[in-house]
């Protein structure tokens, strides 16, 4: 019988027991999230309001990582000037700006109990709002979760993250199926264990090329940074499009920046990986963030097309000078450019200028 949450932190005696077992022993099982095939987790902590209007007055609280059930989308009644985003959802306790929500679904799987035969591995991804992990090394490597335990926040993966599974446990406390889980790509050597029930295998089928008779010399990616768009192009032909967020024009505080500006020009995508650890910048003004998946790199050293979990503010530039689109964007563009990548190893650089053009421009018109 599966232990729930709450038998689960009976069972362990609070934080002193938990500490005392094996990392293994320690991996919570799933919380109770709530029913609906529209869910919502919020990436920040955000007002709740009475109707979709800015200027309506505050109803209640919502706090980072609260899992709601979407009711439906509705456009702002007042206009945020803050945001070029005027999207809001209806949740059973009130209004909430829907570019904090980022969209989930709850589906636990059936994990498995052996390694495919053959296989180190496999990659698998994150299939419900979040599962918490525990790590197997004694103290962190990476910033993110260096401070995380620093200030006590609690150490989760989120909903399209994916991860590759190295070892399948049974664990000693819950009965349940665990995973051993790490980066392998840009990682900074932290392991974790979460629950298996969380994970889902990806199969060779996601990663197989769309549209791979056609001339790849046809194709082309156009990164429009005044509309916030990307449109995918066969012989002139549009055949994808799909809202985006690019690099940042302003920093936290307002002040005007150039130093994560999208670069304008031509490139051509170079690397892609199908999860990768992305991390840069300065302390105090850095980023540091795990399982990025299906991530394309079109110039430089990290600038890419990926995957976010992180916000739901596709239309307006904040990033770091990537292309941030949602997953399903993500993974379609992963598998339309080149070069092809296969499930293993799932990562694949190029010399030269052989990939996908990948055009970035602007327009006043």
Not at 102 to 128: C, D, H, S, Y
Not at 193 to 213: C, K, L, M, Y
Not at 248 to 262: E, I, R, Y
Request: with cysteine; charged share 20%; net charge negative.
């Amino acid at each position: 019988m599966t232990l729930t949450r709450r038998d689960f932190l009976k069972l362990i005696g609070g934080a002193a027991g938990a500490m005392a077992l094996s990392p293994f022993s320690r991996v919570m099982p799933l919380p109770e999230f709530p029913q609906g095939q529209r869910l919502g987790r919020l990436t920040a902590s955000v007002d709740l309001r009475s109707a979709p209007r800015i200027d309506y007055p505050v109803t209640g609280k919502a706090y980072e990582d609260a899992v709601v059930p979407l009711l439906r989308e509705i456009t702002a009644g007042t206009m945020d000037f803050n945001y070029i985003d005027q999207r809001w959802v209806e949740t059973p306790e009130g209004y909430i700006f829907a570019g904090f929500i980022q969209p989930v679904r709850n589906i636990p799987n059936e994990p498995l109990r052996e390694m495919p035969p053959g296989k180190p591995g496999f990659w698998a991804e994150v299939t419900v709002p979040y599962v918490e992990f525990v790590l197997e090394n004694q103290t962190p490597s990476s910033p993110w979760i260096t401070d995380s335990v620093t200030i006590g926040r609690p150490l989760r993966l989120y909903y399209s993250q994916v991860m590759w599974v190295d070892q399948i446990k049974v664990s000693e406390v819950t009965g349940n199926i665990i995973y051993r889980i790490n980066e392998r790509y840009g990682s900074y050597g932290d392991i974790f264990w979460a629950e298996g029930a969380a994970f889902r295998p990806i199969s060779n089928e996601e990663v197989a090329p769309i549209s791979p008779d056609v001339d790849p010399a046809t194709k082309k990616v156009i990164a429009n940074l005044t509309y916030q768009t990307i449109s995918c192009v066969e012989n002139e032909r549009e055949v994808y499009f799909c809202r985006m967020s690019s690099g940042a024009k302003w920093d936290a505080a307002g002040n005007p920046v150039d130093n994560w500006s999208t670069p304008i020009g031509t490139h051509w995508t170079w690397r892609k990986s199908i999860s990768i650890h992305m991390a840069g910048g300065t302390v105090g003004g850095g980023w540091d963030t795990p399982g990025v998946s299906w991530t394309t790199l079109f110039s430089g050293t990290g600038v890419a097309i990926h995957s976010t979990f992180w916000h739901n503010l596709y239309g307006m530039p904040r990033s770091h000078g990537c292309l941030n689109v949602t997953p399903e964007d993500a993974k379609w563009i992963f598998r339309w450019t080149t070069p092809l990548v296969s499930l293993e190893p799932g990562d694949l650089t190029i010399q030269g200028e052989g990939g996908t053009h990948v055009v970035v421009e602007e327009r006043t018109y």
